[in-house]
């Protein structure tokens, strides 16, 4: 897949093109994404994501949006899909302000090269998201391009939507519903980093995790059964806390901090991905060590207990 980020965009006339944010690359995605790849290839055209970097809504609040995948995560999970160009343009406040008719004609057509172009349902674009099905068909009909839209997903009575998924996680910690919405378990990678090492004390050796992107989203405060993958390769069960350790009355920072199954080793500097796969508990504060430990040993049980299903 070629990855086209700004300056760097060349017009293709291949180009059959979806475009958003494509947060999540969840269900709902992956529905315009197989039929994006089918046209692509009944036609003889290149199958195209135009998305953006940084999140629209951020240029358009001022507030940062926790994002389920990075850009390169969004990049990857849509070549697994068959994408075969991926274009990044940077957002901006000039770019927010297009009128609808002049995104289509010199971003889409003249910058990209598209020919067709498929949309969800719902999809709006261009200044005070003014565009909609409706103008593309007609500026379809006057430019030469067509128009595929595809219908809402719904799983189990709920439209899957990346605002949907994002609740799910940083308000309740549902990694099972939300890794169902996704299609695949939500994923964090993290640089180990060097914490207060009071786990290798009680029994329960944590590595700590600094997100590799800030602006990914943490789950809610508890306790996930995870999978995880190290550097070398290695996948491993295990645990993690999200948390601000409120037993050892610290500063209230929140903290991720990883117990792998059968791993003693210096993990330090390393890149480590985790898989979240259930939440077993919320954050507890305890009387003692010895009521954490007892805690930590029945985690641990119904941690592999997740990961057996």
């Known amino acids: 897949m070629t990855r086209e980020h700004g300056a760097s965009v060349r017009a293709d006339p291949r180009s059959v093109v979806t475009t958003g944010t494509f947060d999540g690359v969840h269900l709902g995605h992956q529905a315009i994404i197989r039929y994006l790849v089918a046209r692509a290839a009944e036609t003889g055209g290149v199958p195209t994501v135009v998305t953006f970097d940084p ?10 949006i926790p994002l389920l995948t990075s850009l390169d995560e969004r990049a990857d999970a849509l070549e697994a899909l068959g994408v075969e160009r991926f274009v990044v343009l940077p957002f ?23 020919r067709e172009i498929v949309i969800g349902y719902d999809h709006r674009f261009g200044r005070k998201a003014r565009g909609d099905r409706a103008l593309l068909e007609r500026l379809g009909a006057r430019l030469g391009f067509s128009v595929d839209v595809i219908p809402e997903q719904i799983e189990d009575d709920v439209t899957v939507s990346s605002t949907e998924i994002r609740r799910l996680l940083a308000d309740e910690g549902d990694a099972e519903r939300a890794s ?20 290798r004390t009680i029994g329960y050796p944590t590595a700590n995790l600094r997100p590799v992107d800030a602006r990914k989203l943490v ?14 390769g290695t996948e491993v069960g295990g645990m993690m806390n999200v948390g601000r350790r409120p037993t050892f009355g610290t500063d209230g920072t929140r903290t991720l901090e990883a117990h792998l199954f059968e791993v003693d080793r210096d993990l330090y500097g390393q890149t480590l991905t985790v ?13 003692g ?16 207990a997740a990961l057996e299903q």
């Open 180 to 199: 169902h919405l996704l299609g695949r378990p939500y994923r964090i990678s993290g640089t180990v980093v060097r914490g207060d090492a009071r786990g």
């Open 55 to 64: 999140h629209p809504r951020e240029i358009l609040t001022g507030h940062a």
């Open 289 to 304: 060590v010895d009521a954490l430990v007892a805690q930590l040993g029945r985690d641990r049980a119904a941690a592999v």
């Open 275 to 287: 898989d979240l796969v259930a939440r077993l508990r919320e954050e507890q504060r305890f009387d």
């Open 92 to 114: 901006s406040r000039d770019l927010s302000l297009l009128e609808p008719e002049d995104y289509v004609a010199d971003v889409l057509l003249g910058t990209v090269g598209m």
């Open 219 to 232: 789950p809610a405060l508890g306790v996930y059964a995870i999978r995880a993958r190290l550097a070398d």
